[in-house]
């Protein structure tokens, strides 16, 4: 009985290791993983995860142009397929896209041959557009375990998390004002930002998005691609 439970004990530390492993935005098993840019430089990455939807990607450009600031959109194969003229959007307007898997699946416990083909689809997706610039990657829900590292690290990819996520450190509860005022003094030299405005109900991380930009301006920093992030 003891030694049974000795086993159930051992399982369940196992089972909890290989989630904290899936989850970490810091470190995967192999190959390259980007979480953040230069320490000391006065730079930030926006990232918007998802999409694209049709009813709030020319509001969140419009909100870009109004600021003369990049951003990085990992939007999800599927969607690029259904909303192209969305996504041509974005490319005309000089901003990044990123590869955010095809459907949205969690991807830590999946074969090397389906990765590959949602790595592959959304590419094409996101190339039949006509955008020309980098893709990086970034998996849904920040989930990887083996695998997916092994395929992105093979493929010679980096997978791209991200330092700062106000939403899940506030919940989704949050007014726009306290997005903002987090976010702004959280902010540090060469982070990542992470934010979700593709949904109707993310209308307080939209609100807040002036703010964010007009705030670290005052503050110096400087907003740059992912791509065009200093490491
Ligand atoms: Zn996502």
């Known amino acids: 009985m003891r030694r049974i439970s000795l086993i159930i004990l051992v399982l369940i530390l196992c089972a909890i290791g290989l989630r904290e492993v899936s989850r970490s935005t810091t470190w995967q098993i192999m190959g390259d993983l980007i979480h953040h840019g230069d320490r000391n430089q006065k730079v930030i990455a926006l990232t918007f995860d998802d999409g694209p939807t049709a009813k709030y990607t020319a509001?969140?450009?419009?909100?870009?142009?109004?600021?003369q600031v990049p951003a990085?959109?990992?939007l999800i194969g599927k969607f690029v397929d259904e909303r192209p003229q969305s996504v041509a959007q974005i490319a005309q307007h000089g901003h990044e896209i990123g590869n955010h898997s095809y459907s949205h699946k969690r991807m830590a416990l999946r074969t090397p041959a389906w990765?590959?083909?949602?790595l592959?689809?959304?590419?094409?997706?996101?190339?039949?557009?006509?955008?020309?610039?980098?893709?990086q990657f970034r998996p849904p829900f920040g989930r990887k375990l083996l695998m997916l590292p092994y395929v992105l690290s093979s493929d010679n990819r980096t997978t791209?998390?991200?330092?700062?996520?106000?939403?899940?450190?506030?919940?989704?509860?949050?007014t726009a004002d306290q997005i903002a005022h987090y976010t702004i003094n959280a902010t540090k030299p060469g982070d990542i930002l992470?934010?979700?405005l593709m949904y109707s109900h993310r209308d307080q991380v939209r609100a807040a998005?002036?703010?964010?930009i007009i705030g670290l301006?005052?503050?110096?920093?400087?907003f740059v691609t992912l791509s065009n992030l200093p490491l």
């Not at 509001?59 to 600021?67: C, D, F, G, S, V």
């Not at 592959?120 to 893709?135: E, F, S």
């Not at 301006?217 to 400087?222: E, H, I, L, M």
């Open 59 to 67: 509001e969140i450009l419009e909100i870009l142009k109004a600021h």
């Open 72 to 74: 990085t959109f990992f």
């Open 115 to 118: 990765i590959r083909t949602e």
């Open 120 to 135: 592959i689809k959304t590419d094409q997706a996101i190339r039949h557009v006509g955008y020309t610039g980098p893709i």
């Open 160 to 174: 791209y998390m991200w330092s700062l996520a106000p939403e899940a450190d506030l919940g989704t509860d949050a």
């Open 194 to 196: 992470l934010l979700h």
């Open 209 to 212: 998005l002036p703010q964010i």
């Open 217 to 222: 301006k005052s503050q110096g920093y400087t």
